[in-house]
């Protein structure tokens, strides 16, 4: 069947052995509804950077996004690096269409939140007082069953939630930030859009 080029009834191990055998590799494509896995990953990324800004921008925030650093060897890109001048607060914002490892985000978010005050500072001369960090994930069910299971670590790291996290990015003060849950407006049948703020709710 494999000289045939017919694979439908060959499980993939089999397929790797004979592969092996021959000193080649197999590469897996994986599609979505006609489309490649790695490009609509990046389109739900950049549709939720896109509604974070316009949330931020409106609540009176100046944003920039994709804000690149390499400092002493750390290198990286702020998803939305986000300025209030009333409350001169600078505000790392963590991005997340896809939260997978919760240690390896709350690494990389450390990071980029250390060094952030150099980078606005440099770059947009924002001289900031004090700093804060939003993880800002896909209001879905598996992101809202990962941020439960995680909520021993992430309490420490995002103590505000829901309304209280919403109505502290209107009003800042120097306390720190937590998570903001956005619609996936990638694709609109799957929640409504969170995008405009809105009247204050219990979490």
């Not at 045939?4 to 599609?31: W, Y």
């Not at 739900?44 to 650093?69: I, K, N, P, S």
């Not at 309304?163 to 849950?181: F, H, N």
């Amino acid at each position: 069947m494999l000289e045939g080029g017919h694979l439908d009834a060959v499980p993939l191990r089999t397929v790797r052995t004979v592969l092996r055998a021959l000193d080649a590799s197999e590469h897996l494509d994986i599609r979505w509804r006609g489309g490649a896995l790695d490009r609509l990953l990046d389109e739900r990324h950049a549709t939720l950077v896109g509604e974070c800004v316009t949330w931020l921008m409106d609540a009176g925030w100046q944003t920039q996004v994709e804000v690149t650093y390499s400092i002493y060897g750390e290198r990286g890109s702020i998803d939305v690096l986000g300025w209030h001048p009333a409350a001169n607060i600078l505000l790392i914002v963590e991005v997340k269409s896809e939260l997978t490892s919760i240690e390896a985000t709350l690494r990389k978010h450390d990071e980029k939140c250390r060094l952030a005050p150099r980078v606005a500072r440099e770059r947009f001369d924002w001289r900031s007082g004090a700093s804060a960090r939003l993880l800002v994930a896909t209001s879905d069910r598996t992101t809202r069953r990962r941020v439960q299971r995680a909520a021993s670590v992430l309490d420490a790291a995002y103590p505000m939630r829901g309304g209280v996290a919403r109505t502290w990015l209107r009003a800042p003060t120097a306390s720190p930030v937590g998570i903001l849950m956005l619609a996936d407006t990638s694709q609109r049948s799957r929640g409504r859009v969170l995008g405009r703020p809105r009247a204050p709710r219990t979490s």
